[in-house]
């Protein structure tokens, strides 16, 4: 068990067995007492947590695992670097890593870097994250490249060694990557997710444009969790405001189920503005194609929600909020798109959008939305023209 967390039962479980049993499969009891659940929040149990650290730490020291304090760290990585690049076992592998991890949340950022460009350990632990592999990878393959993505994105390279990886067979680290995210442990698809935000801001435009399926759908799984951390969030939005617009990115993206999965996190988020920037930005790229447009609207509150953000968040909400709203006024009118937005109070927010946003281009984009349909929305008795300019 890794990450703890109770149920409204009063029962403990691993967050991603638990997260698996309600979320994939859908179930709504306690896999143990058989109670129904009424509450499927995921309460961190940090006593627990810390019971198992504290028992895996005494373990490993029984094991040799953990590094004397006595030990000079400098030769320890040096010796640690030798082990990693001799050894063939997965087993020793597996051991090389964990050791390194423990070492380098030990360290200070400073040290660690240092270290890290000496030994020339990022290159190192890039060449197990890139072992030849496929999609029906064997369980212990996957553990090792997993550990090792994780000791990769603790190494935090430097742009320059993490633009010289990436470079490594025209992005080969992309695909072994997107199997982590999809099937490695829980841990290691949170730090894979760090990880490709900082890749992707650096990789070329031909290696956004191969990205395979199996990404985007993984990414919409763990977006999916509403326990995600605020950072892993923001990690994955990240990757798709820089990657939706290359290749067929779009149509992977909402082919994958992204769609409800966003509307669904900003109708929960309330204050935080780079997420709600962020969710907006991807929901506005992907309503820029018929598809997305239609999982939208197909969505129950997916015009509410977007509406919702208006005049609440930031400027940067409401102008990307009133773009979606435009994109849907002038290509959705057959849809019931312009009912539905008098009757959710989506014109009334634009009235106020007219009157009040300071955003110049925002009030002319309200303004578009009203010469598209003000004669429909005139026949409403509850059309505000009091507000009118």
């Keep these: 068990m890794e990450d703890p967390v109770t149920i409204s039962s009063g029962i403990s479980y691993d967050r991603h067995s638990i997260d698996r049993w309600l979320s994939i499969y859908d179930h709504k009891t306690c896999p143990v007492t058989k109670q129904a659940l009424s509450d499927r929040a995921l309460i961190p149990n940090t006593t627990l947590l810390r019971l198992i650290q504290s028992w895996t730490a005494k373990v490993q020291r029984s094991k040799g695992l953990l590094l ?44 660690r870097r240092v270290v890290m460009e000496k030994a020339g350990l990022a290159s190192l632990v890039t060449s197990l994250v890139m072992r030849p592999s496929s999609f029906d990878q064997h369980a212990d393959d996957l553990q090792v490249m997993g550990e090792a993505a994780i000791v990769l994105q603790l190494l935090n390279p ?23 995210l999809q099937r490695g442990t829980y841990q290691a698809r949170i730090h894979t997710a760090l990880l490709l935000r900082s890749i992707f801001k650096l990789v070329t435009d031909a290696c956004k444009c191969d990205i395979p399926m199996v990404m985007f ?20 939005l990240s990757v798709l405001m820089h990657v939706i617009p290359f290749g067929n990115n779009l149509s992977k ?28 930005y991807v929901l506005e790229a992907l309503c820029k194609r018929a598809e997305g447009r239609s999982a ?18 930031s400027h940067g909400v409401t102008e990307r909020a009133v773009k979606i709203l435009l994109l849907l006024c002038r290509y959705c009118v057959g849809n019931g798109v312009v009912k539905e937005m008098m009757e959710i109070g989506a014109v009334a ?26 004669n429909s929305w005139n026949k409403f008795p509850c059309f505000p023209l ?4």
Excluded: W
């Design 68 to 111: 004397d304090a006595s030990t000079p760290r400098r030769f320890d990585v040096s010796k640690l670097c030798q082990e990693l690049g001799e050894a063939l076992e997965l087993e020793a592998q597996l051991k090389c890593l964990k050791k390194i991890k423990i070492l380098i949340q030990e360290d200070d950022d400073d040290y």
């Design 253 to 280: 993206v909402i082919e994958a189920g992204a769609m409800s999965v966003l509307v669904e996190l900003l109708l929960e988020e309330r204050e935080d503005r780079r997420k709600c920037e962020a969710m907006l």
């Design 386 to 389: 009091n507000c009118m300019p």
């Design 158 to 180: 430097s742009q320059e060694e993490l633009r010289q990886i990436t470079a490594c067979k025209n992005g080969g680290i992309i695909r072994p990557l997107s199997m982590i």
């Design 296 to 313: 939208l609207i197909g969505h129950p509150a997916g015009v509410a929600t977007v509406a919702g953000k208006i005049l609440r968040v």
């Design 217 to 236: 759908e993984s990414m919409t799984e763990i977006l999916k969790d509403h326990n995600a951390s605020k950072g892993t969030t923001l990690a994955l």
């Design 349 to 374: 927010k634009l009235c106020m959008v007219v009157q009040v946003e300071g955003n110049g281009k925002t009030r002319e984009k309200a303004k578009e939305i009203f010469e598209l349909h003000l």
